[in-house]
């Protein structure tokens, strides 16, 4: 049965081409978007101190920010002390009404807080405004008033959340919200997996007979699949406990510990510190960048480089340095544009170097051998080659080793050292025309003219034999028991050298039957000396 491996014309499809190109920009953008975007969800910029400012919080919601002092008390050292006095303040709240005023200090301004008819000094409070918590534009007595009305209305909302209506109105929230985000989880699963994995791999793959499990495809779809399942139920989380104030206070506690883990610059790379979620973003684009060179590098060999009519090796050699060039060059644009300096992975270059020549050499021989297959070009992508007991077409070149495709369409991985170091039949290097020996022997009693004539015809009616050069029959030996003669044809298609031999056996013998010419088999002659054998006088 045979399968027509070109692929399908979609140029007659212009609406498929249109859902495969809007999929394509939802997916890039969403892989592009997740790696600054999900860290704003989890760590929201108004609520991560800074080395200059840091939010002041009432019932986990920011205010506003204070910045550094002209002491040696930092903006965060000063938040916390406010958020702890206000958030006191808050909770001790049993009045609807607050008296907050700002009083002027020479070049500062203070905020008071205080209960209109409370005397207890326990349940009041203060702060100051000084020119660096300002813009610039304003002084501290018009900053203090800004942040006095901001605190008024912070209070109103913090009393109002406290009230048993309110607990009501929105308690229903609370088991809605979950079931929603799974919802959510379980359609972007379906689409990521049964949509985006097919459209991915339509553009990725050599096509669909290629069964690799673990691929850039597969690493790509489900990293960017974990990013929107985290941003989904992190939002979920965080709009349920946003709902009231304890939780709210709780999750902005957990917040507060995950934004100083992840976003503190404790790890020193040279001369500039990175923070975690620094190094995180990094490998996501370090991902896409080899999700776009596979695309790109595919999109040229099948929509460019097979117009050409070139050969299929040289358009694979072509696609890998090129996927190779734009990965190498990505990861230098997103290193640099990270702040990270590349002098200082040099010491991870050595590093590497040394386990390379020691635990790794023979991946490294490996990885040599693959460049020296692309450019010296020994064997290519497509050609049919014998390498030990295995028989087949080379299906793909990587960088460490190579796909051969067996007769038996069996994908065997052999490594590229492997090419160099033993010996390899390759039918198909350069000239793929190839000679097939098919060995005849034939009773004693034939006409070896006839044998010859009738070898001559079969060649010449099979479809796949060529003409130039022409059918050859050789008389090799007198056998023991039959003439011995070889059938030589030429065959442009080394793969189906097989089909090829078995057809023409068939040919052969229905011939050979209908011109009744024995087929011999093996003889042999037994002669007996009757007067060697002892007799029955001999034996009285």
């Given at each position: 049965m045979k399968t027509n491996s070109t692929p399908p014309d979609r140029s007659h499809h212009p609406e498929?081409?249109?859902?495969?190109?809007?999929?394509a920009v939802i997916s890039f953008?969403?892989?592009?978007?997740?790696?600054?975007?999900?860290?704003?969800?989890?760590?929201?910029?108004?609520?991560?101190?800074?080395?200059?400012?840091?939010?002041?919080?009432?019932?986990?919601?920011?205010?506003?920010?204070?910045?550094?002092?002209?002491?040696?008390?930092?903006?965060?050292?000063?938040a916390d002390i406010i958020s702890q006095s206000l958030q006191r303040f808050v909770s001790a709240q049993q009045q609807p009404e607050i008296y907050i005023e700002t009083v002027k200090a020479g070049n500062l301004a203070t905020v008071w807080l205080a209960y209109p008819t409370?005397?207890?000094?326990?349940?009041?409070?203060?702060?100051?405004?000084?020119?660096?918590?300002?813009?610039?534009?304003?002084?501290?007595?018009?900053?203090?008033?800004?942040?006095?009305?901001?605190?008024?209305?912070?209070?109103?909302?913090?009393?109002?959340?406290?009230?048993?209506?309110?607990?009501?109105?929105?308690?229903?929230?609370?088991?809605?919200?979950?079931?929603?985000?799974?919802?959510?989880?379980?359609?972007?699963?379906?689409?990521?997996?049964?949509?985006?994995?097919?459209?991915?791999?339509?553009?990725m793959m050599e096509g669909e007979g290629d069964r690799s499990k673990f691929?850039?495809?597969?690493?790509?779809?489900?990293?960017?699949?974990?990013?929107?399942?985290?941003?989904?139920?992190?939002?979920?989380?965080?709009?349920?406990?946003?709902?009231?104030?304890?939780?709210?206070?709780?999750?902005?506690?957990?917040?507060?510990?995950?934004?100083?883990?992840?976003?503190?610059?404790?790890?020193?790379?040279?001369?500039?510190?990175?923070?975690?979620?620094?190094?995180?973003?990094?490998?996501?684009?370090v991902l896409i960048v080899t999700v776009v060179a596979r695309v790109v590098s595919n999109l040229l060999k099948q929509r460019i480089l097979q117009e050409t009519?070139?050969?299929?090796?040289?358009?694979?050699?072509?696609?890998?340095?090129?996927?190779?060039s734009l990965i190498f060059i990505g990861c230098i644009v997103v290193l640099q544009a990270s702040g990270i300096n590349l002098s200082s992975l040099t010491l991870l270059a050595s590093a590497l170097g040394v386990g390379a020549g020691l635990g790794l050499q023979n991946i490294?021989?490996?990885?040599?051998?693959?460049?020296?297959?692309?450019?010296?070009?020994?064997?290519?992508?497509?050609?049919?080659?014998?390498?030990?007991?295995?028989?087949?077409?080379i299906e793909r070149i990587g960088a460490r080793s190579a796909e051969l495709r067996t007769v038996?369409?069996?994908?065997?991985?052999?490594?590229?050292?492997?090419?160099l170091e033993t010996e390899v039949i390759n039918w198909s290097h350069r000239n793929p025309i190839s000679r097939i020996r098919i060995p005849v022997s034939v009773a004693y009693g034939s006409d070896p003219d006839q044998v010859r004539e009738?070898?001559?015809?079969?060649?010449?009616?099979?479809?796949?034999?060529?003409?130039a050069p022409p059918v050859q029959v050789l008389f090799r030996k007198l056998g023991d028991s039959a003439f011995q003669f070889e059938l030589l044809v030429w065959i442009s298609q080394p793969s189906r050298q097989f089909i090829i031999q078995s057809e023409l056996l068939f040919k052969l013998v229905k011939a050979m039957h209908r011109e009744n010419i024995e087929i011999p088999f093996p003889q042999r002659d037994v002669h007996i000396r009757w007067h060697d054998l002892p007799t029955t006088r001999d034996k009285a």
């Amino acid at each position: 049965m045979k399968t027509n491996s070109t692929p399908p014309d979609r140029s007659h499809h212009p609406e498929r081409i249109l859902r495969l190109v809007v999929v394509a920009v939802i997916s890039f953008t969403v892989a592009i978007a997740l790696p600054f975007i999900a860290p704003r969800i989890i760590f929201p910029a108004s609520m991560v101190a800074t080395d200059q400012s840091a939010p002041v919080i009432v019932d986990g919601r920011p205010i506003f920010r204070v910045a550094d002092t002209a002491t040696t008390t930092s903006a965060r050292n000063r938040a916390d002390i406010i958020s702890q006095s206000l958030q006191r303040f808050v909770s001790a709240q049993q009045q609807p009404e607050i008296y907050i005023e700002t009083v002027k200090a020479g070049n500062l301004a203070t905020v008071w807080l205080a209960y209109p008819t409370q005397a207890d000094p326990q349940v009041k409070t203060n702060f100051t405004v000084t020119n660096d918590d300002t813009s610039g534009a304003l002084i501290p007595t018009e900053q203090a008033e800004i942040w006095a009305i901001a605190l008024r209305q912070a209070f109103a909302e913090a009393q109002a959340e406290r009230q048993q209506d309110y607990i009501q109105r929105h308690l229903w929230q609370i088991p809605v919200v979950p079931i929603m985000a799974a919802l959510i989880h379980w359609l972007t699963g379906q689409f990521w997996r049964g949509y985006l994995y097919h459209f991915w791999r339509s553009l990725m793959m050599e096509g669909e007979g290629d069964r690799s499990k673990f691929t850039t495809v597969n690493l790509f779809l489900n990293a960017t699949l974990l990013l929107l399942r985290i941003g989904i139920w992190t939002s979920a989380l965080l709009y349920v406990t946003d709902l009231f104030p304890d939780s709210r206070q709780f999750s902005q506690r957990i917040i507060a510990q995950l934004t100083e883990s992840f976003t503190a610059k404790t790890i020193t790379l040279g001369s500039a510190p990175v923070s975690v979620l620094d190094i995180f973003r990094v490998l996501v684009l370090v991902l896409i960048v080899t999700v776009v060179a596979r695309v790109v590098s595919n999109l040229l060999k099948q929509r460019i480089l097979q117009e050409t009519g070139i050969n299929r090796g040289v358009q694979e050699a072509i696609a890998v340095m090129l996927r190779y060039s734009l990965i190498f060059i990505g990861c230098i644009v997103v290193l640099q544009a990270s702040g990270i300096n590349l002098s200082s992975l040099t010491l991870l270059a050595s590093a590497l170097g040394v386990g390379a020549g020691l635990g790794l050499q023979n991946i490294v021989k490996d990885i040599g051998s693959g460049l020296i297959l692309v450019f010296e070009r020994p064997i290519q992508v497509g050609e049919f080659v014998q390498i030990g007991d295995h028989i087949g077409t080379i299906e793909r070149i990587g960088a460490r080793s190579a796909e051969l495709r067996t007769v038996d369409q069996v994908s065997v991985i052999v490594p590229n050292s492997k090419f160099l170091e033993t010996e390899v039949i390759n039918w198909s290097h350069r000239n793929p025309i190839s000679r097939i020996r098919i060995p005849v022997s034939v009773a004693y009693g034939s006409d070896p003219d006839q044998v010859r004539e009738l070898l001559i015809a079969v060649g010449h009616q099979h479809p796949d034999v060529l003409a130039a050069p022409p059918v050859q029959v050789l008389f090799r030996k007198l056998g023991d028991s039959a003439f011995q003669f070889e059938l030589l044809v030429w065959i442009s298609q080394p793969s189906r050298q097989f089909i090829i031999q078995s057809e023409l056996l068939f040919k052969l013998v229905k011939a050979m039957h209908r011109e009744n010419i024995e087929i011999p088999f093996p003889q042999r002659d037994v002669h007996i000396r009757w007067h060697d054998l002892p007799t029955t006088r001999d034996k009285a």
